[in-house]
Nanobody, 125 residues
């Protein structure tokens, strides 16, 4: 599984961005997926995860109420709508793929099998 993340950039505090993660290649696989982020000097942390069905969504405490994860089943793509961005949201954002098809979502890096290359989000005035 090859994942391609895009949509990062520079945004002012309070602004919005939308990240996308698509699968490359002809064979698309449906499974649980997630967004993680890693800021300089910090560990990679879960931002949001979504089940293969799209029915279950979970968020990291730092982004609850501001970010929304969604997916398009036909393309096995996921999006992350980020609103009310803060300087502390600055990080490289990675999409991740878990071979599991379950409503029980993994919350740690070790729970995911494939990773995209990351897209940088910078929140600054």
């Amino acid at each position: 599984v090859q994942l391609q993340a895009s949509g990062g950039g520079l945004v002012q505090p309070g602004g919005s961005l939308r990240l996308s993660c698509t699968q490359a290649g002809r064979t698309l696989v449906t499974a649980n997926m997630a967004w993680f982020r890693q800021a300089p000097g910090k560990e990679r942390e879960l931002v949001a995860a979504i089940s293969a069905s799209g029915r279950t969504k979970e968020y990291g405490d730092a982004v609850k109420g501001r970010f929304i994860i969604s997916r398009e089943p036909a393309k096995n793509a996921i999006w992350l709508q980020m609103r009310f961005l803060r300087p502390e949201d600055t990080a490289i954002y990675y999409c991740a793929f878990d071979r599991a098809i379950s409503e029980a979502l993994a919350h740690t890096v070790r729970g995911y099998d494939y990773w995209g290359q990351g897209t940088l989000v910078t929140v600054s005035s």
